[in-house]
Nanobody, 115 residues
Framework: QVQLVESGGGLVQPGGSLRLSCVAS????????MGWYRQTPGKQRELVAK???????IYADSMRGRFTISRDIPKNMVYLQMNSLKPEDTAAYYC?????????WGQGTQVTVSS
């Protein structure tokens, strides 16, 4: 079992930036793929970015170049730096850990991009 807790969401103007953080309850990065997903009402949860246990970052096409996923292994932290935010980036963002074919999710943090 692992618990994930996100933080850093909020209201930001178009073109602005936010950094989301996710802390894991134990050391898992050596064997887990960590990711960020987002979801809007009525739509399926979609991948934003993920980082493998080996440190390879993978991005959804629409986020590549604007978003950056990173991790701090000693702190059990995963980050999502979001730049050049657009209104269509408004969503609940969820931290995910993929371990042994099992998904673990955080409770989500809301990001609203609006003027």
């Amino acid at each position: 079992q692992v618990q994930l807790v996100e933080s850093g969401g909020g209201l930001v103007q178009p073109g602005g930036s936010l950094r989301l953080s996710c802390v894991a309850s134990r050391h898992i990065f050596s064997f887990a793929t960590m990711g960020w997903y987002r979801q809007t009402p009525g739509k399926q949860r979609e991948l934003v970015a993920k980082i493998t246990s080996g440190g390879t970052a993978i991005y959804a096409d629409s986020m590549r170049g604007r978003f950056t996923i990173s991790r701090d292994i000693p702190k059990n932290m995963v980050y999502l730096q979001m730049n050049s935010l657009k209104p269509e980036d408004t969503a609940a963002y969820y931290c995910n850990a993929w371990i042994d074919n099992t998904n673990y999710w955080g409770q989500g943090t809301q990001v609203t991009v609006s003027s």
